[in-house]
């Protein structure tokens, strides 16, 4: 029998294909089958979440956006979780099988679990330094936000701002108040060479926010902003608002003119 699949060139390709998709096909069903296996056995989503909870010193009462997955890496099954507290991104990897912690990493907090980022200068000596090394007035700046942060094992300030012609990020060492990266941006686009009218804002950042946080229903006390960005699009200055409450993110573009909303999205988790 076997002789007779192969008695033919065009037989021997035939069941040599044939045998390659059986092969694959068993091959798959295989991995998903240990795969559903290690599930059934982990520890489950909810433990790997304590973990990292637990590892991160977050009350999980005070964890928002909670997203846990199951996954394979490096040859280990693990749960990644996702989750924000206390104005901190983090993202874990948990051993599916013990609940040890793999992997960390944290936007806000020394990553390796280590204490949170130290300040020795003040949020309004970052804004300073930030305006003067500008060369930009106190008075013709709007502050989008001043963050502490931890980047590269250091901790700064993250500073950004605008002026009616230009936006500014800065991150400033929160030690030594020197500048440690910036970028700037301008407002003015061209076209064939001829500059278009510069962004300019009738309602100030704080407004944009609240305009948003009115328009889905809650109150600024409910939610945690994540971007307020002054913006050009299609040749209309707006502000481009993220916030999120519960385990809901939402995203406006507020007419920096009237105030009007333009556009929102929810993403609920």
């Not at 206390?86 to 679990?113: C, K, P, T």
């Not at 400033?172 to 061209?190: L, M, P, R």
């Not at 699009?233 to 481009?240: A, F, K, M, P, V």
Request: net charge negative; charged share 25%; hydrophobic share 40%.
């Amino acid at each position: 029998m076997i002789k007779k699949l192969f008695s033919t060139p065009k037989r021997a390709i035939i069941s040599t294909a044939c045998i390659a998709v059986v092969v694959v096909a068993i091959a798959v069903g295989i991995f998903f089958a240990t795969g559903l296996f290690a599930r059934s056995s982990s520890i489950g989503e909810a433990n790997a979440q304590n973990f990292a909870f637990t590892d991160a010193g977050v009350d999980p009462a005070s964890a928002q956006l909670v997203k846990t997955s199951f996954d394979r890496e490096n040859g280990r099954y693990i749960y990644e979780v996702e989750f924000y507290a206390n104005g901190v991104e983090y993202e874990y990897w948990i051993d599916a099988e013990n609940g040890a912690v793999l992997r960390r990493d944290s936007d806000g907090q020394v990553a390796g679990g280590g204490s949170a980022a130290q300040a020795s200068i003040s949020e309004e000596e970052a804004r300073n330094a930030a305006l003067a090394d500008a060369g930009v007035d106190a008075s013709d700046a709007t502050f989008i936000t001043t963050r502490l942060d931890y980047d590269d094992g250091r901790s700064v300030y993250d500073v950004e701002f605008y002026t009616a012609t230009q936006e500014y990020d800065y991150e400033i060492d929160a030690t030594t108040g020197a500048v440690y990266s910036k970028k700037t941006e301008s407002f003015q686009t061209g076209t064939s060479g001829a500059d278009a009218n510069a962004a300019s804002a009738s309602i100030s950042v704080d407004d944009a926010k609240a305009a948003a946080v009115a328009d889905a229903g809650l109150s600024l006390s409910d939610v945690t902003f994540s971007k307020a960005k002054l913006e050009r699009d299609d040749g209309r200055t707006l502000y481009e608002i993220e916030f999120y409450q519960g385990s809901t993110q939402y995203e406006y573009s507020i007419d920096a003119t009237t105030g009007a909303v333009l556009e929102y999205e929810t993403d609920a988790h």
